[in-house]
């Protein structure tokens, strides 16, 4: 069983920065597809930033160039470092796993991925 707790969230206004953390509690993570998705109210869940086995990564359009998302295998942790943050990244932001595949790469589909975390929430005011 794999467990994520994602960190970090919080209320801050726009144009700052937050860095999400989301610990992962299995040891063989770095094999595992890892991304960062989030859900504003009465939308759906969407990708924001994925990295796969070999630290390819990629981003949603709307945060390209804002958001970098990175892994320390060492810890078992999962970041967002979310920088020029807008009101529109306001959303409950969780962090996911995909244990299925042995290696893979980055993807945004949020089927792909089969453990998630309770989320995070982060408000962004103007």
């Known amino acids: 069983q794999v467990h994520l707790l994602e960190s970090g969230g919080g209320s801050v206004q726009s144009g700052t920065s937050l860095t999400l953390s989301c610990a992962v509690t299995?040891?063989?993570?770095?094999?595992?597809?890892m991304g960062w998705f989030r859900q504003a109210p009465g939308k759906e869940r969407e990708g924001v930033a994925s990295?796969?086995?070999?630290?390819?990564?990629m981003y949603a359009d709307s945060v390209k160039g804002r958001f970098t998302i990175s892994r320390d295998n060492v810890k078992n942790t999962l970041y967002l470092q979310m920088n020029g943050l807008k009101p529109e990244d306001t959303a409950m932001y969780y962090c996911?796993?995909?244990?299925?595949?042995?290696?893979?790469?980055?993807?945004?589909?949020?089927?792909?991925?089969?453990?998630w975390g309770q989320g995070t929430q982060v408000t962004v005011s103007s």
């Open positions: 299995q040891y063989t993570t770095s094999r595992f597809v």
């Open positions: 990295i796969g086995s070999d630290a390819d990564t």
């Open positions: 996911a796993a995909d244990s299925t595949r042995n290696r893979g790469t980055s993807t945004l589909g949020t089927s792909n991925y089969n453990y």
